[in-house]
């Protein structure tokens, strides 16, 4: 949509079949804010390859019923094109405002085009979304939610029937019949006579049966963890969905001392004890860091609104409280894993593990040591899931993690879960404890034996529509002017993900730069959030002052 355009989109919503509250906010925007007005109808809420997410409100570039139903409407015409016989769609959401009506209209749209809906009872996580479609054979997933984004956000991501995310070539087919669908009137927010709705089924209370029992079946030390049941865990779900499964799923799996944030437990879209509901961020777990240090707990979990994202604290040994990055928490969990499954005689040489190409090497190089292949993807767990969809039947995936705080083990859920990461870091700690470790002594373990690895990331917010232009101008200008030296160490090469047939990836806007001394600095926009993200990476005992040195290079 060009700019000149937006004002008669606005004219249309004022005029159109629109209820009488957008139209009224509308009107109110157009007297009061015009900048609001503008970045509200500026262009369409990209309907990207994995689904919609931005600020709720009225207009074409936020969320709110119609755009929601627009994208329902575009993937249910590709459903009823594509997909031969009955089709069906398990529907699930998170505690985020609006999340229950956007739920609830992307179930009665779909049904209103005659396809069956398994809609969630309540709220539940995103991986409990992805195992309910392998469950139930649906043909897709609709998860309502903007994951760790702030309270304003809002968002859908859209599964297949593998129950991974879509990618390539449905996601690009879906966005097309998505982008097909440019007024409300094209939506079948009312059944139409003559047609016969597909129905919406509730499902509820027997799936989580179900996933807490596949669950418990990936524990590798239950004898450790029956000898360190007392062991303090500090859990919160920040407000979220993770408050209806994870403290359960710790105490089937045999913990018996899970501490609770109870201001945190309650379901808020507002999340109104955080900024921003977000483990990655220190201020985000301060509340769950302070009940550690008050009931002398060994361990902090946290969870994301759709706890599919998992931040932890452990006891370093001056016995303070340290959050550790995605990338640590992975490299021990693999290596614990990858010993266990060892040690209980598993490996023979069909498993495999993934990593994206901006989480650590380590891990990589853990899995070198124990034999056992490491793909790379691209960043985002869907090109996970897809690998494992590749290998189904072919080869065993063990474990795959991404930095952003995602990981998974075993084929039950074909997303990240918090939920199984969770549960497997805590079974590590008991583990650990057997070894006479905390979880903070097997971390330096792992860095004794395949050397220090230190990863930091750094994002830089640019908002707006002058925010989003900033961020590809500066794309470009790595592009055109990549770096000739990195923290010191010569340029060694540029790998390009927008290049395709260089990486053998799906095309991606990413620049990875390496130099001579094998460190790196990745840098890419986001895809859910105004920011552009550096990811720097560094190796060798001087790993912490290099970091340092990549931040003060390309973060002016």
Known sequence: MHMKDYKEVVKSWLEGNFDAETKAEVKKLLDTDPVGLEDAFYRNLEFGTGGLRGIMGVGTNRMNKYTVGMATQGLANYIKEHVDGAASVCIAHDSRNNSRLFAEISADVLSNNGIHVFLFDALRPTPELSYSIRLKGATAGIMVTASHNPKEYNGYKVFWSDGGQITAPVDKDIVAEVAKIEDPADVRFQPVEGTVPGGIEMMGAEVDECYLKDQLSLMLSPESVARHADLKIVYTPLHGCGVKL??????????????????????????????????????????????????????????????????????????????????????????????????????????????????????????????????????????????????????????????????????????????????AVAECAAWAADQGMTLWQLLQKVYKEYGLYVEKMVYIVRKGKSGAEEIQQIMADYRACPPKEIAGSPLAKVIDYNKPEETGLPKSNVLQFFNEAGDVVSVRPSGTEPKIKFYFGARGEDAPGKIELLKAQFIS
């Open 246 to 423: 994870m403290p359960e799923a710790l105490a089937r799996i045999g913990f018996k001392n899970i501490i609770h944030v109870p201001e945190q437990d309650v379901s808020d879209g507002n999340f109104p004890t955080v900024v921003s509901p977000n483990p990655e961020e220190p201020a985000a777990m301060k509340m769950a860091l302070d009940k550690a240090d008050e009931t002398g707990a060994d361990l902090v979990l946290a969870t994301d609104p759709d706890a599919d994202r998992l931040g932890i604290a452990v006891r370093n040994n001056e016995g303070r409280m340290v959050q550790l990055t995605g990338n640590q928490t992975w490299s021990f969990l693999t290596y614990y894993i990858l010993t266990r499954w060892k040690e209980l005689g598993k490996l023979d040489g069909h498993q495999y593990c993934v990593k994206t190409i901006v989480t650590s090497e380590l891990i990589a190089a853990i899995c070198a040591h124990f034999g056992v292949k490491c793909y790379n993807v691209l960043t985002g767990f869907k090109y996970i899931a897809e690998i494992q969809k590749q290998q189904e039947g072919k080869a065993e995936f063990i474990c795959g993690g991404e930095e952003s705080y995602g990981f998974n083990l075993g084929s039950f859920v074909r997303d990240k879960c918090a939920q199984v990461a969770g549960c």
